[in-house]
């Protein structure tokens, strides 16, 4: 009677594999936040400062308001 051990190094729930999707699922969320943002930036910067006060929006709170909005997505 022969006695096999085989060991197997623990993986706690880890692999490389998750690992590497989760990089890429970031990567993916950065590039979608980064489109929105400029998107947002884009559409009402082509807005007059009329249209913008309309909304309730001054011209130097773009930026803000486009972070802003990612922030919370």
Do not use: C, K, V
């Not at 490389?16 to 400029?38: D, V």
């Amino acid at each position: 009677m022969t006695l096999t051990t085989t060991h197997t190094a623990p993986t706690f729930g880890f692999t490389l594999a998750h690992f590497f999707g989760s990089i890429a699922e970031n990567m993916r969320a950065a590039a979608h936040r980064r489109s929105e943002y400029n998107r947002i930036i884009s559409e009402l910067s082509q807005m007059n400062d009329r249209g913008l006060a309309d909304i309730g929006i001054a011209r130097f709170q773009i930026e803000d308001i486009a972070r802003a909005h990612i922030q919370g997505m």
